[in-house]
T-cell receptor, first 114, second 111 residues
Framework: DAMVIQNPRYQVTQFGKPVTLSCSQTLNHNVMYWYQQKSSQAPKLLFHYYDKDFNNEADTPDNFQSRRPNTSFCFLDIRSPGLGDAAMYLC?????????????FGPGTRLTVL | GENVEQHPSTLSVQEGDSAVIKCTYSDSASNYFPWYKQELGKRPQLIIDIRSNVGEKKDQRIAVTLNKTAKHFSLHITETQPEDSAVYFCAASFGNEKLTFGTGTRLTIIP
């Protein structure tokens, strides 16, 4: 089945130690999103790619970076994780830039910062 | 700016009764309103959506209504079942490929 895959599902890192989360998709969608979701809160968009065009949200900290080497893969890099970065990180895709395209979510990576 | 408000934050309903969750949005240019269901520890999944040229949409026990004048939309679940227990998020697209999510409603179905 076509899907959005995230690895790892659980990631533990130490305060200040860089970490990379990965997302892959078999849907061949042009748009890929990264969301941060803290407990009992709504998903918060960090940034998204339309093809190779990177779109950062104004309030996303510089500590968060992203790479999209090809259509299928997208990475979230946290350069120096703080305790406040512990959260679920959700990757999502949509077919193109049309506002009414469905977003398909991956299962998420739960990040713990020690 | 773009804002979506959602109420209530928690809702408990007797099994078999109906549940209603309401959202309001700030930008009249919004044209797409999806609802996502997120079970504990799982990914958000689209359950129903509505576009701005439609006032109501129904899919079995789930319906969504949209009032563009008042800038609010609602999710209606009838004949609720235990498997309906989850967190529900409304969202709105403000004319581009991004979604702004509401704060979520934790729905509990009481057997």
């Amino acid at each position: 089945d076509a899907m959005v895959i995230q690895n790892p599902r659980y990631q533990v890192t130490q305060f200040g130690k860089p970490v990379t989360l990965s997302c892959s998709q078999t849907l061949n969608h042009n748009v890929m999103y990264w969301y941060q979701q803290k407990s009992s809160q709504a998903p918060k968009l960090l940034f998204h790619y339309y093809d190779k065009d990177f779109n950062n949200e104004a309030d996303t900290p510089d500590n968060f970076q992203s790479r999209r080497p090809n259509t299928s893969f997208c990475f979230l890099d946290i350069r120096s994780p703080g305790l406040g970065d512990a959260a679920m990180y959700l990757c999502a895709t949509s077919r193109d830039r049309k506002p009414d395209n469905e977003q398909f979510f991956g299962p998420g990576t739960r990040l713990t910062v020690l | 700016g773009e804002n979506v408000e959602q109420h209530p934050s928690t809702l408990s309903v007797q099994e078999g009764d109906s549940a209603v969750i309401k959202c309001t949005y700030s930008d009249s240019a919004s044209n797409y309103f999806p609802w996502y269901k997120q079970e504990l520890g799982k990914r958000p999944q689209l359950i129903i959506d509505i576009r701005s040229n439609v006032g109501e949409k129904k899919d079995q026990r789930i319906a969504v209504t949209l009032n563009k004048t008042a800038k609010h939309f609602s999710l209606h679940i009838t004949e609720t079942q235990p498997e309906d227990s989850a967190v529900y998020f409304c969202a709105a697209s403000f004319g581009n490929e991004k979604l702004t999510f509401g704060t979520g409603t934790r729905l509990t179905i009481i057997p």
